[in-house]
């Protein structure tokens, strides 16, 4: 158990839909990561948070915004859902020294898009 | 940007055996982390070994152990004493010092374990 929580496990929604990832980080940890997981694009950085603040953007579409709130938990919102949003969302945690270098990751969020 | 490149998608080893997966990258950066990540059919993403680019001296934890070659921009993970819970798919992974802490991986190796 990494200490990182996400919910809900899985997720079954319909094109064209919104939803939102929940992720509470390790206790401590001030970095919040999501990251994709597809059959095509493997393992591919999506955005970062760190206490509260934006901190780094990767390949995250106009679609999808995330955010972390005061008590550091975050949220992935995935909205206007395509099929190929079909994907295992991680989210992943690091410790409050910026330098901290070990990402600890929660279980993943399984979204499927109909 | 930075690129990592697994070359080998799937390997298959006996139990017990030795096998080294590869991984290259490509950076200008002088000062770096490097990560194996292993997912087993939980998907769970398991951190199984990393290594500071400034730290000459390959990373070891167990029966996993690297070959850090910085010149050639390699990162090999060898597993000795194959065990059939190692198998996974095995993800090489950069990660700046400066700048953005996001991980950067590989496509990823399929190991196999035989009995």
């Known amino acids: 158990d990494s200490g990182v929580t996400q919910t809900p496990k899985h997720l079954i929604t319909a094109t064209g839909q919104r939803v939102t990832l929940r992720c509470s980080p390790r206790?401590?940890?001030?970095?919040v990561y999501w990251y994709q997981q597809s059959l095509d694009q493997g393992l591919q950085f999506l955005i970062q948070y760190y206490n509260g603040e934006e901190r780094a953007k990767g390949n995250i579409l106009e679609r999808f915004s995330a955010q972390q709130f005061p008590d550091l938990h975050s949220e992935l919102n995935l909205s206007s859902l395509e099929l190929g949003d079909s994907a295992l969302y991680f989210c992943?945690?690091?410790?409050?020294?910026?330098?901290?270098?070990?990402?600890?990751f929660g279980p993943g969020t399984r979204l499927t898009v109909l | 940007a930075q690129t990592v490149t697994q070359s080998q998608p799937e390997m298959s080893v006996q139990e017990a055996e030795t096998v080294t997966l590869s991984c290259t990258y490509d950076t200008s950066e002088s000062d770096y982390y490097l990560f194996w990540y292993k997912q087993p059919p939980s998907r769970q993403m398991i951190l199984v070994i990393r290594q500071e680019a400034y730290k000459q001296q390959n990373a070891t934890e167990n029966r996993f152990s690297v070959n850090f070659q910085k010149a050639a921009k390699s990162f090999s993970l060898k597993i000795s004493d194959s065990q059939l819970g190692d198998a996974a798919m095995y993800f090489c992974a950069y990660r700046s010092i400066q700048g953005a802490q996001k991980l950067v991986f590989g496509q990823g190796t399929r190991l196999t374990i035989n009995p």
């Open positions: 206790s401590g940890d001030l970095s």
């Open positions: 992943a945690s690091s410790g409050g020294d910026e330098d901290s270098n070990e990402q600890f």
